[in-house]
């Protein structure tokens, strides 16, 4: 939750029963970089929360230099920043390079948000493959062995 605000009761939704609410929710896609970002990786890799499969210039996508350890995509011409725009993170602390979308999505309960949290596996039984399964088993691994807060092992 935004600014750890969370609904303790159901404040202005429908009560199903004593431990489940009905809300009205809205979801929203806003750009998080309207202009070509600083060079502080740090704060991008904060900021940027929606992965990317990586692209390139046979994507339809023109690479622009963007600062130190950073690149950006954009479709068609060198302009950043929409929300098509991809970035190219080296992040030099795991040596390792991300792919963000320029997207953030905020889901809305009333007047409480929260950050939409990804995922890879679809919600429909039927549409669930062992290939999604993987993606997510490899993204919780990943936060294990790179989030800066989990203790050495």
Known sequence: WERDRHAADCGGCEQIND???LCDLRVS???VFRNKPNDNVQTMLEE???GSIPVND???YVKS???IN???YSPGSSRCCS???VFEIFEERTGRVHWFKNV???VYVNSYSFRSPPHFMSLSRLDTELRDAQYETEAVLDSYFYHPNTAPF
Request: net charge negative.
């Open 83 to 85: 929300k098509d725009t």
């Open 29 to 31: 896609d806003t750009i």
């Open 65 to 67: 230099r963007g600062g």
């Open 19 to 21: 431990k489940e609410c």
């Open 104 to 106: 953030k999505t905020m």
């Open 48 to 50: 940027l929360s929606i």
């Open 58 to 60: 046979d994507n339809d």
């Open 70 to 72: 950073w690149n950006y």
